[in-house]
Nanobody
Framework: QVQLVESGGGLVQAGGSLRLSCAAS????????MGWYRQAPGKQRELVAA???????NVADSVKGRFAISRDNAKNTVHLQMNSLKPEDTAVYYC????????????WGQGTQVTVSS
Protein backbone atom coordinates (compact mmCIF):
# COMPACT_ATOMS: atom_id res chain seq x y z
CA GLN A 1 0.00 0.00 0.00
CA VAL A 2 0.99 3.58 -0.68
CA GLN A 3 -0.16 6.63 1.25
CA LEU A 4 -0.17 10.07 -0.35
CA VAL A 5 -0.46 13.33 1.57
CA GLU A 6 -0.95 16.60 -0.29
CA SER A 7 -0.27 20.13 0.90
CA GLY A 8 -0.12 23.63 -0.50
CA GLY A 9 -3.62 24.38 -1.71
CA GLY A 10 -5.44 27.58 -0.92
CA LEU A 11 -7.00 30.77 -2.22
CA VAL A 12 -5.12 32.99 -4.64
CA GLN A 13 -5.97 35.83 -6.97
CA ALA A 14 -5.84 35.39 -10.72
CA GLY A 15 -2.29 35.72 -11.95
CA GLY A 16 -0.87 34.41 -8.72
CA SER A 17 1.09 31.27 -7.93
CA LEU A 18 0.78 28.23 -5.72
CA ARG A 19 2.99 25.21 -5.15
CA LEU A 20 1.43 21.86 -4.35
CA SER A 21 3.41 19.08 -2.72
CA CYS A 22 2.68 15.41 -2.28
CA ALA A 23 4.60 13.06 -0.01
CA ALA A 24 4.44 9.32 -0.56
CA SER A 25 4.97 6.66 2.09
CA UNK A 26 4.48 2.92 2.40
CA UNK A 27 5.39 0.62 -0.47
CA UNK A 28 7.03 3.44 -2.39
CA UNK A 29 9.60 1.23 -4.09
CA UNK A 30 6.84 0.02 -6.39
CA UNK A 31 5.88 3.48 -7.64
CA UNK A 32 6.75 4.53 -11.18
CA UNK A 33 4.55 7.42 -12.29
CA MET A 34 3.32 10.17 -9.98
CA GLY A 35 1.08 12.99 -10.99
CA TRP A 36 -1.62 15.51 -10.30
CA TYR A 37 -5.25 15.39 -11.36
CA ARG A 38 -7.97 17.93 -10.72
CA GLN A 39 -11.72 17.90 -10.51
CA ALA A 40 -13.89 20.99 -10.72
CA PRO A 41 -17.55 20.95 -9.58
CA GLY A 42 -19.72 19.16 -12.12
CA LYS A 43 -16.75 18.05 -14.21
CA GLN A 44 -14.79 14.86 -14.60
CA ARG A 45 -11.42 14.39 -13.00
CA GLU A 46 -8.68 15.27 -15.47
CA LEU A 47 -4.95 14.84 -15.69
CA VAL A 48 -2.95 17.99 -15.00
CA ALA A 49 0.59 16.66 -15.13
CA ALA A 50 2.49 13.44 -14.53
CA UNK A 51 6.14 12.46 -14.17
CA UNK A 52 7.86 9.11 -14.31
CA UNK A 53 10.61 7.89 -12.01
CA UNK A 54 13.07 8.73 -14.77
CA UNK A 55 11.78 12.29 -15.12
CA UNK A 56 9.67 12.11 -18.27
CA UNK A 57 6.69 14.43 -18.01
CA ASN A 58 3.24 14.73 -19.50
CA VAL A 59 1.51 18.09 -19.04
CA ALA A 60 -2.05 18.94 -20.07
CA ASP A 61 -2.36 21.49 -22.87
CA SER A 62 -4.57 23.68 -20.69
CA VAL A 63 -1.75 24.32 -18.23
CA LYS A 64 1.31 23.95 -20.43
CA GLY A 65 3.64 26.91 -20.00
CA ARG A 66 2.05 27.84 -16.66
CA PHE A 67 2.41 24.70 -14.53
CA ALA A 68 5.51 22.60 -13.95
CA ILE A 69 5.80 19.20 -12.29
CA SER A 70 8.91 17.99 -10.51
CA ARG A 71 9.88 15.03 -8.44
CA ASP A 72 12.41 14.24 -5.74
CA ASN A 73 12.90 10.48 -5.77
CA ALA A 74 15.14 10.58 -2.70
CA LYS A 75 12.39 12.26 -0.66
CA ASN A 76 9.49 10.47 -2.36
CA THR A 77 7.80 13.75 -3.15
CA VAL A 78 6.21 15.31 -6.20
CA HIS A 79 5.50 19.00 -6.64
CA LEU A 80 3.30 21.07 -8.90
CA GLN A 81 4.35 24.67 -9.39
CA MET A 82 1.36 26.63 -10.64
CA ASN A 83 1.95 30.09 -12.08
CA SER A 84 -0.31 32.58 -13.84
CA LEU A 85 -3.33 30.95 -12.25
CA LYS A 86 -6.74 31.49 -13.79
CA PRO A 87 -10.23 31.18 -12.28
CA GLU A 88 -10.78 28.10 -14.45
CA ASP A 89 -7.94 26.38 -12.56
CA THR A 90 -10.21 26.27 -9.51
CA ALA A 91 -10.65 22.64 -8.51
CA VAL A 92 -9.74 19.98 -6.00
CA TYR A 93 -6.27 18.74 -6.90
CA TYR A 94 -5.42 15.11 -6.25
CA CYS A 95 -2.02 13.47 -6.07
CA UNK A 96 -1.76 10.13 -7.83
CA UNK A 97 0.82 7.35 -7.82
CA UNK A 98 0.90 4.30 -10.06
CA UNK A 99 2.61 0.99 -9.47
CA UNK A 100 3.05 -0.94 -12.73
CA UNK A 101 2.46 -4.64 -12.91
CA UNK A 102 -0.45 -7.00 -13.02
CA UNK A 103 -2.73 -5.63 -11.88
CA UNK A 104 -1.71 -2.01 -12.11
CA UNK A 105 -2.30 -0.26 -8.80
CA UNK A 106 -3.33 3.38 -8.61
CA UNK A 107 -3.26 5.35 -5.37
CA TRP A 108 -4.87 8.70 -4.55
CA GLY A 109 -4.37 11.41 -2.00
CA GLN A 110 -7.26 13.04 -0.17
CA GLY A 111 -7.22 16.12 -2.38
CA THR A 112 -6.43 19.77 -1.76
CA GLN A 113 -8.61 22.70 -2.75
CA VAL A 114 -7.25 25.36 -5.07
CA THR A 115 -9.43 28.42 -5.54
CA VAL A 116 -8.50 31.21 -7.93
CA SER A 117 -10.49 34.42 -7.59
CA SER A 118 -10.98 36.83 -10.46
Amino acid sequence: QVQLVESGGGLVQAGGSLRLSCAASGSIISINTMGWYRQAPGKQRELVAAITFGGSTNVADSVKGRFAISRDNAKNTVHLQMNSLKPEDTAVYYCNAVSPGFPIKSYWGQGTQVTVSS
